[in-house]
């Protein structure tokens, strides 16, 4: 089977059901040794400074792993300096599909691109059926250990966060991620419960720190929600595939993500959100509409390069936890 | 006696008084100095050494700073930064309901304060173009002292530098044009004003409390006042704010303490 690169969440029933492996091109990046250096080789390669850090990262990978030949861009719905990226693989003779998440909604587009995408794979909805079926047992246990951090508080904002982003492209090998789930529920079966003060929602697109939920932790707070990562886990039951992806908030505009936000803030009992933006993204914008709309203390902070927290957001991270209090 | 420390990013300043609360000594150290003939790194943190700094028997430390996780002064209560800056501003004023705009040397601090409560705040991020280092490089390449610097207001050039440094070469361009001292000095001071009404505008109050460096001067006061249409109130000690909310802090909790027993 051969590897197939994605720039974030797609439909990855279709690339699972054509027998290619689905890598999720932002967990690479973001979990190497050395990420900064990724974003250093593109940039010496020519990308500006002063664009996405993930961006950057996502090229380095494919252009270094030498078995990536074709990469599935989402074109519409994530960010649009996914173009260029795109661009910039064809001149390096990586093979690229789009992927666009209709704006408005529309199932009918919607299932065209779907269409499009298992036609370019050389499948049909049959096997897509079938892997759906096959990755509902999944999905429950994943919705199981977000279930446990929220309500029985026994899991870690973290552990949730790395369960629900690798269901964008379930590891590569559903059957052992599965077996890694059904090990992580049984061991946690007896854990202990968290005890934290302030318990945190994470809204925006997956952070570029690399020790920010431990540092939550550390100060006495623990994320028991986290938004976008949660979506790409598909939370909602449905058994239209297509209805799945149309369900899917973070490709379709703020509104909708704030929606599925302010439910979430009732129900897990949330004393505060950290709206997470990186340095560069247009997402910032929605700063604005989040903190109009969401009835609850906000503190936005940035990321621009892979690493550590810097001592100014962590300085801001303590003040609004003191505040929280 | 009791010691307040602010470690700030430009400069660490020291305020000392007696367990009443009465200030008796003041410091304001350039912070490399400060670490390097006062601190001692010991196992457990950093040992300040009250007796070369001559300020006699301390009773009790409380810091603030940069980090409440990077600051590690042996035998120190350490708060965060936004709350000692509220308390200090509190304690200072006698306000309770206010906006706190704290500029330093190298961030800007908006702290929104309701029945003497931070509820809401801002601060600057990645950048320092709203901070007192923009204007030491500013003043330089004028070739004057801050304290000049900060008697313009009137008649601003415009500069539109989003950048610390790269201001530099926008303020060198406009003076080549031509435009006198009071003019540029007039516009590097109202660009702060620019960079910091975004945040100042979402967390206003009918009071604003100016603190920080840059609160010594009097042309920034002046455009706040007249552009936001807000009384302004520069406390006693600006700069010393932040210390002085660490000790505003240890009072109250000797005060909770004589309470409780």
Request: aromatic content about 8%.
């Amino acid at each position: 089977m051969s590897r197939i690169g994605i720039t974030t969440t797609v439909p990855v029933e279709i690339i699972l059901a054509a027998g290619r492996i689905p890598v999720d091109l932002n967990n690479i990046f973001i979990t190497d040794k050395d990420a900064s250096k990724l974003v250093e080789a593109a940039e010496d390669a020519g990308y500006p400074r002063n664009i996405c850090g993930w961006i950057k990262g996502l090229y380095s990978v494919v252009i270094e792993s030498g078995d990536i030949d074709t990469v599935i861009a989402v074109t519409q719905g994530d960010c649009s300096n996914t173009h260029a990226l795109m661009e910039t693989f064809e001149m390096a003779d990586i093979k690229t599909l789009p992927f666009a998440y209709p704006f408005d909604r529309d199932y009918d587009l919607l299932k065209l691109q779907m269409d499009k995408l298992i036609a370019a794979l050389g499948t049909n909805w049959e096997a897509v059926a079938s892997v759906t079926e096959r990755l509902k047992s999944l999905r429950l246990k994943v919705a199981e250990i977000d279930r446990r951090t929220w309500q029985e508080n026994t899991v870690s904002g973290w552990d949730n966060h790395l369960f629900q982003v690798s269901c964008s492209d379930f590891d590569g090998d559903v059957d052992a991620f599965e077996q890694r789930l059904d090990a992580f529920l049984e061991q946690n079966d007896t854990a202990a419960e968290y005890n934290e003060n302030i318990r945190l929602g994470f809204i925006g697109v997956p952070p570029i720190f690399t020790d920010l939920y431990a540092y939550f932790e550390q100060m006495g707070a623990r994320v028991v929600f986290n938004e976008v990562q949660r979506q790409f886990a598909m939370p909602n039951r449905v058994d239209d595939l297509v209805e799945q992806y149309r369900q899917y908030t973070y490709p379709y505009g703020v509104f909708g993500r704030i929606k599925d936000i302010q439910a979430e803030i009732e129900k897990r009992n949330l004393d505060g959100i950290i709206h997470y933006v990186q340095s560069f993204c247009f997402r910032q914008i929605e700063d604005m509409i989040f903190r109009e709309k969401l009835d609850i203390p906000i503190l936005t902070i940035e990321g621009d390069k892979p690493g550590r927290v810097d001592a100014r957001t962590k300085l801001r991270i303590d003040s609004f936890l003191e505040m929280l209090k | 006696m009791l010691c307040g420390i602010d470690l700030g990013s430009r400069s660490v300043k020291m305020v000392l008084t007696d367990t009443a609360g009465n200030i008796r000594l003041s410091r304001v150290f350039e912070t490399v100095r400060f670490y390097r003939e006062y601190g001692m790194r010991q196992q457990d943190g950093l040992m300040v050494d009250f007796a070369t700094l001559g300020v006699g028997k301390v009773e009790e430390v409380v810091a603030t700073g940069y980090g409440r996780n990077t600051i590690d002064i042996v035998g120190a209560t350490v708060i965060p930064e936004l709350k000692a800056h509220a308390l200090g501003a509190i304690w200072q004023t006698g306000l309770s309901d206010f906006t706190l705009l704290d500029l330093g040397g190298q961030d800007s601090k908006v702290i929104k304060v309701r029945k003497k409560k931070m509820v809401d705040f801002a601060t600057n991020d990645k950048c320092a173009a709203s901070t007192g280092r923009y204007l030491e490089n500013m003043a330089n390449v004028l070739d004057i002292t801050l304290e000049e610097l900060s008697r313009y207001s009137e008649n601003p050039v415009e500069l539109n530098s989003t950048c610390a440094i790269f201001g530099e070469s926008e303020l060198i361009g406009r003076i080549v044009e031509g435009y006198g001292i009071a003019e540029l000095a007039a516009g590097v001071n109202f660009t702060i004003y620019k960079r910091i009404k975004p945040m100042m505008t979402s967390l206003v109050s009918d009071t604003i409390v100016f603190t920080g460096g840059v609160a010594l001067g009097q042309a920034i006061r002046t455009l706040i006042e007249r552009e936001l249409q807000r009384e302004v109130v520069v406390p006693q000690y600006p700069q010393l704010n932040g210390a002085i909310g660490c000790i505003a802090y240890a009072l109250e909790k000797r005060d909770q303490h004589a309470a409780g027993n």
